[in-house]
């Protein structure tokens, strides 16, 4: 759901384009799988195909036709939305029904799941990516015009990649609990607010979720 470029791109994950694949790809594979286990199979499963697909940001310039996706901010969300005609220079928006529908799991992809995914791989990646495995053991990995950080700015550095790692978790149980959708096929009812606080502190992401209701 995501990869390197994908890290590279959103321009909100502090990962240099130079930084080879084998050493993000070790700290993808690891949320992907936490992803898979906590949510519901047939929605991992459509996230996993939608995300497949060719979908690019919207443009003033280009010409759309029927089915066409494209994502677009929106009240400060990405969001996907998805032509119900023919148009152009008809900017997506939810008020704009006569040319765009707005794709709920889409936007549950690009708004919220990708974005904690790179979170989370990022996170992992800054622990643990200057640490090289050899015939020695564990060796931390430096070079001459560089040092590692250490102490209190190593700690203030993590804490607060941590802390957006967690925000975005929170942010996309948030769209689950607090929306009435089909994401799935599934018909997903909104969570009262009362229930979600007592339930957001004892479950993962997603956990409960697949049945008709989620109550």
């Not at 919220?112 to 640490?131: D, E, M, R, W």
């Amino acid at each position: 759901m995501i990869d390197k470029l994908y890290l590279v791109d959103s321009k909100v994950i502090p990962i240099n384009v130079n930084v080879s694949d084998d050493k993000v790809l070790p700290y993808i594979y690891p949320v992907l799988e936490e992803l898979r286990s906590t949510l519901a199979v047939a929605l991992y499963a459509e996230l996993d195909t939608l995300c497949e697909e060719n979908v690019k940001d919207w443009s003033v310039t280009n010409t759309y036709v029927t089915n066409d996706k494209v994502t677009v901010i929106e009240t400060g969300v990405l969001k996907m939305f998805q032509a119900v005609q023919g148009n152009s220079d008809s900017k997506p928006t939810a008020a704009n029904t006569a040319n765009w529908l707005e794709l709920q799991l889409g936007t549950f992809l690009v708004g919220y799941v990708q974005p904690y995914l790179a979170h989370a791989t990022f996170y992992g990646y800054a622990i643990n990516s200057g640490v090289n495995v050899s015939h020695q053991g564990l060796q931390q990995i430096s070079n001459e015009t560089a040092s590692p950080v250490t102490g209190n700015n190593l700690q203030a550095f993590l804490n607060y990649w941590k802390a957006q790692r967690d925000l975005k978790r929170r942010s996309m149980l948030n769209y689950l609990d607090e929306k009435s959708n089909v994401l799935d096929s599934v018909s997903y009812t909104a969570v009262e607010s009362s229930k979600k606080k007592t339930r957001f502190q004892i479950r993962g992401i997603g956990k409960n979720i697949g049945t008709s209701q989620i109550t």
